[in-house]
């Protein structure tokens, strides 16, 4: 069964306008990690945003934001202000594991398209 | 940039060969991830060391292996490459608390042919 789930393969904006990227999980640890990575057309990933299943207050990094919901297991990326720059593969991932190993399980990731 | 760097960028084969990719973490970080990103499969973590030692085995092929060295950096083995095994393959790392972000690699690009 798919464990991180994005339902949306394409998005498209305009400049300087919000987007949220959805992003559903499924897991039964009481205390696990979400992260968001941006993949641009030259490949690498980047880290953009981080939150913790403990973490009251949802996470904030720049213009990007999590919207963490805990009981329907989702953890939204907002983009607020679009950007050119911000076209790109935008993966949304969970840690599994403890202290004895851990992995990132991704999502299939959703293209962002932003226009001007 | 990551701080993560991985040689080579690209690489060309044929069916049959062995490659191997290289992977030096962030300064200061104890742990090595590996994961594969093709078009059909998505991204897959494969393995991850911690300071030398194997942690964490995720759906690494037998035909691949992989260590890290005394200087923590990683070298991921694949062997009896076939067409399928055409990927982005990208070493991550962190400090080593299971908590801790993974920051990845630019990738090297293996194509099979």
């Known amino acids: 069964a798919q464990k991180i789930t994005q339902t949306q393969p394409g998005m498209f904006v305009q400049e300087k306008e919000a987007v949220t990227l959805d992003c559903t999980y499924d897991?039964?640890?009481?205390?696990?990690?979400l992260f968001w990575y941006k993949q641009p057309s030259s490949g690498e990933m980047i880290f953009l945003i981080y939150q913790g299943s403990y973490d009251e207050q949802n996470a904030t990094e720049g213009r990007y934001s999590l919207n963490f919901q805990k009981a329907r297991k989702s953890a939204n990326l907002v983009i607020s202000a679009s950007q050119l720059g911000d076209s790109a593969m935008y993966f949304c991932?969970?840690?599994?594991?403890?202290?004895?190993?851990?992995?990132?399980?991704f999502g299939k990731g959703t293209t962002l398209s932003v226009s001007s | 940039d990551s701080g993560v760097t991985q040689t080579p960028k690209h690489l060309i084969t044929a069916t049959g060969q062995r490659v191997t990719l290289r992977c030096s973490p962030r300064s200061g970080d104890l742990s090595v991830y590996w994961y594969q990103q093709s078009l059909d499969q998505g991204l897959q973590f494969l393995i991850q060391y911690y300071n030398g030692e194997e942690r964490a085995k995720g759906n690494i092929l037998e035909r691949f292996s992989a260590q890290q060295f005394p200087d923590l950096h990683s070298e991921l083995n694949l062997s009896s490459l076939e067409l399928g095994d055409s990927a982005l393959y990208f070493c991550?790392?962190?400090?080593?608390?299971?908590?801790?972000?993974?920051?990845f690699g630019p990738g090297t690009r293996l194509l099979v042919l």
């Open positions: 991550a790392s962190s400090g080593g608390g299971f908590q801790e972000t993974q920051y």
């Open positions: 897991t039964s640890d009481q205390s696990y990690g």
């Open positions: 991932a969970m840690r599994e594991g403890d202290q004895a190993g851990t992995a990132l399980i």
